[in-house]
């Protein structure tokens, strides 16, 4: 398997829930990357890893938290989710924190109700 | 932070025609990537511009980088249903925060 693999591609959740997004890459970056994708927007960068280590947190509330075991693993886990944040989350990689070219994964469809 | 302009932000056209799109900038440039999101993936790289008045081709796809390098277009020949997506240009920001910076996006439909 290559490339950036994004579980689950769908998931609806309620406001009370937790749940977790999954994001591997086989591709032996050291920068990985959540990004969210909502309609007539920018792609909004949320948090960055190099080297599993955190080096971004773009003001994110704290219901989104990140975790990156390793390298090739990265997660971000939701609670306490408003309808706002519906949206397409994309997990990235890419060889170096900047100026390479990311590679996205499929992204998760996420729906808050 | 730098910010991009991309134009037309939705496009739809019959297949065999042709079409550009922009990316503009108040800021120059350092280096441009144009990515293509097709419906239900995610960005896909397509090209990277670096040098001032570059052109870079991909089959039918023609990515100019302005002079000044503050603008950048794509062009496509003879559209085909499968360049649908959305066009994406991306750049490192030079406002210094060492970013990247997304357009919003170009929507390309090519009906067939």
């Known amino acids: 398997e290559t490339g950036v693999t994004q579980t689950p591609r769908h998931l609806v959740m309620g406001m009370t829930n937790k749940k977790s997004l999954k994001c591997e890459q086989h591709?032996?970056?050291?920068?990985m990357y959540w990004y969210k994708q909502s309609a007539k927007k920018p792609l909004e960068l949320m948090f960055v890893?190099?080297?599993?280590?955190?080096?971004e947190n773009n003001s994110v509330p704290s219901r989104f938290s990140p975790e990156c075991p390793n390298s090739s693993h990265l997660f971000l886990h939701l609670h306490t989710l408003q309808p706002e944040d519906s949206a397409l989350y994309l997990c990235?990689?890419?060889?170096?924190?900047?100026?390479?070219?990311?590679?996205f994964g499929n992204g998760t469809r996420l729906t808050v109700t | 932070t730098q910010l991009l302009e991309q134009s037309p932000q939705f496009l739809s056209i019959q297949e065999g025609e042709n079409l550009t799109v922009y990316c503009n900038s108040s800021?120059?440039?350092?280096?441009l990537q144009w990515y293509r999101q097709e419906p239900g993936e995610g960005p896909v790289l397509l090209v990277t511009?670096?040098?001032?008045?570059e052109v870079k081709k991909l089959k039918r796809l023609t990515f100019q980088f302005g002079d000044a390098r503050k603008d950048s277009s794509l062009h496509i020949t003879a559209a085909q249903p499968g360049d649908t997506g959305l066009y994406l240009c991306v750049s490192l920001d030079q406002g210094g925060s060492e970013k990247l910076v997304f357009g919003k996006g170009t929507k390309l439909t090519v009906n067939p």
């Open positions: 890893y190099s080297l599993e280590e955190r080096v």
């Open positions: 990235a990689s890419s060889q170096d924190r900047y100026n390479s070219p990311l590679h």
């Open positions: 800021s120059v440039f350092s280096s």
């Open positions: 511009v670096v040098t001032g008045g």
């Open positions: 591709l032996g970056h050291n920068a």
